[in-house]
């Protein structure tokens, strides 16, 4: 089942946790994209200073943020990765969710030759664990540009389905690579999956 606009529609930290487990979609020409979502971060710009719009800033950068809740924010760091993130919260509210790490479920294939120019087949057990284990590269392996910024994730080209899977909890722990952001540093609103058999 596709997830609606009011599901976006709830704080930041409430929608990284839920999204965990869940499985995110990307269509493009005729091909079709299944991974299941197994970490994100959230971000509150009021009170995150390891938000994009914290302090209210509203950029052409930022200003997705600032819009209605169930949006793609992609953005480009250190010149050569996206990030892709999901607007939550009213309108006005900067929030967003950050996407980072996802697993291949359906045309594990395909997200293969998009990371890799490779078939799976060739890939080395090191290359498949780090297909789309981070931010920039699950955007490489599903195909995610900065043309994406602004998609509605309750369309058919980026969006995520809830497919009733539950055989996992979620773990809290500090966000990475935001040791600028003083005191915000210290949130626990990263969210990773543990799998109950694991």
């Known amino acids: 089942m596709k997830l609606k606009r009011d599901f976006y529609n709830q704080d930041a ?4 946790e839920k999204l965990v487990g ?3 979609v990307r269509k493009y020409n005729d091909t079709l994209i299944k991974s299941r979502i197994i970490e994100s971060e959230a971000y509150i710009a009021a009170i995150d200073k390891a938000s ?3 302090g209210g800033k509203i950029t052409p950068r930022t200003k997705i943020m600032f819009g209605p809740p169930g949006y793609a924010y992609v953005y480009l760091i250190y010149g050569m990765y996206y990030c892709l993130n999901f607007v939550t919260e009213k309108e006005g509210t900067c929030s967003a ?6 697993e291949p479920v359906i045309n594990e294939e395909e997200m293969c030759i998009n990371r890799y120019n ?8 090191y290359q498949k664990r780090n297909m789309s284990n981070g931010p920039g590269k699950l955007c490489n392996a599903l195909k995610i540009t900065i043309k994406h910024n ?3 994730l309750t369309g058919n080209e980026i969006y995520v389905e809830d497919d009733g899977f539950r055989g996992f909890e979620t773990e809290r722990s500090k966000r990475i690579n935001i040791d600028y952001a003083e005191e915000a540093k210290d949130f626990l609103w990263r969210y990773t999956i543990r799998y109950k058999n694991a």
């Open 22 to 24: 869940k499985i995110l």
């Open 13 to 16: 930290r409430i929608v990284g």
């Open 150 to 152: 602004g998609t509605d």
């Open 118 to 125: 490779k078939q799976l087949s060739e890939l080395t057990k």
């Open 52 to 54: 994009h719009g914290y």
């Open 97 to 102: 969710v950050l996407i980072r790490a996802v």
